[in-house]
């Protein structure tokens, strides 16, 4: 299996004083693993912006590991994109993942509201006002975006992203690693050359994998489905089961070329750490 070269872990700004009280706990046990960086979440409509800041700051603080915030652009100007840049430069942040976010429920159009319509218009201005100072990571569905229109007009909305000067690409969460193989081969057709690492989702509980998968279009297996039913009572099975089911998938993208795995927590550190371990990936000390 080749060295991946990208590992990195997603976090949210945690919402109740009990989540905020077990997060530097959590940093510090992921961190002990080395990866390349942690991304921070960024709520919807570029609400808890506060939130990220201060995850990003705690990551710094508990680790020194690279903390890489989300940015996200629905419902936003040019002016208050423009100072979340600066305050995120000056605080020495390297790498940004740019994002259109999720439409307010009230939307009733798939653009945007605001002066950002779409993720392409906020690479382009992450260019045009800081140049090279950020590496940017946009994201990418395999499956497609449940908004798209078709795959094909997705991907070319992709492409766009790519075009406007996105340095590399983070995955929708999937369960069907073909999605992943056929997303990179319409890549190489359209010449399109950036890494692009899988988001993995440990499956922890049946009730969170069929809502998770639903909410974003992930096409859960049917023979998952129906087994993660079966163990929904049995926590340790089910464990056990969703450890080898992520474990495989995570195996078979590593094996066929994946640059890299960037692990979705939701905050938490074991289910994460024991796919890791599983995986034997980077050895800690
Ligand atoms: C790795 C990752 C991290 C994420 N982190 C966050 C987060 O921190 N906070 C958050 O709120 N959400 C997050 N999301 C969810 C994301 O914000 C939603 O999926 C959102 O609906 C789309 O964001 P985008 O950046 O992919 O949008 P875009 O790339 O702008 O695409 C959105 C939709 O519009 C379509 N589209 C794009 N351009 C055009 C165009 N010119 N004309 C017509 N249609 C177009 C696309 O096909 C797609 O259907 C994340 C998703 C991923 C995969």
Redesign the pocket.
């Known amino acids: 299996m080749a060295l991946p070269t990208s590992l990195s872990f997603?976090l949210f700004p945690p919402r109740t004083p009990a989540g905020t009280a077990k997060l530097p706990g959590v940093i510090r046990q992921l961190a002990a693993v080395e990866p390349d960086y942690f991304s921070i979440?960024?709520?919807?409509c570029g609400s808890d912006q506060e939130g990220t800041y201060e995850t990003l700051v705690a990551v710094v603080e508990h680790t020194g590991v690279e903390a890489v915030p989300?940015l996200?652009c629905v419902g936003s100007t040019r002016e208050h994109i423009a100072a979340q840049l600066d305050r995120y430069r000056q605080a020495g942040v390297k790498r940004i993942?740019?994002?259109?976010?999720?439409?307010p429920a009230t939307a009733m159009s798939?653009?945007a509201p605001g002066e950002f319509?779409?993720?392409?218009e906020l690479v382009a201005f992450i260019r045009e006002t800081h140049g090279d100072a950020f590496k940017i990571e946009?994201?990418?569905?395999p499956e497609m975006?449940?908004?798209?229109?078709c795959p094909g007009?997705?991907f070319d909305?992709?492409r766009?992203?790519v075009a406007a000067g996105a340095d590399g690409a983070?995955?929708?969460l999937f369960y069907n690693a073909d999605a992943y193989f056929d997303f990179m081969d319409r890549c190489t057709r359209a010449g399109i050359g950036i890494p692009v690492v899988p988001?993995i989702m440990p499956i922890t509980s049946y009730a969170n994998t069929l809502r998770f998968c639903t909410s974003?279009g992930a096409d859960l297996p049917r023979w998952v489905r129906l087994r993660l039913e079966q163990l929904q009572d049995d926590t340790p099975a089910l464990l056990d089961f969703g450890l080898d089911v992520v474990t495989r998938l995570c195996e078979t993208l590593l094996r066929n070329g994946a640059p890299g795995l960037?692990f979705y927590t939701i905050n938490q550190a074991a289910p994460t750490l024991r796919l890791w371990q599983n995986l034997g990936l980077r050895v800690t000390a």
């Open positions: 997603e979440t960024h709520g919807a989300h996200t993942v740019a994002l259109r976010g999720d439409l798939p653009a319509h779409y993720a392409n946009v994201a990418a569905y975006h449940p908004q798209a229109l007009a997705d909305n992709f766009n992203k983070l995955t929708q988001g974003c960037h």
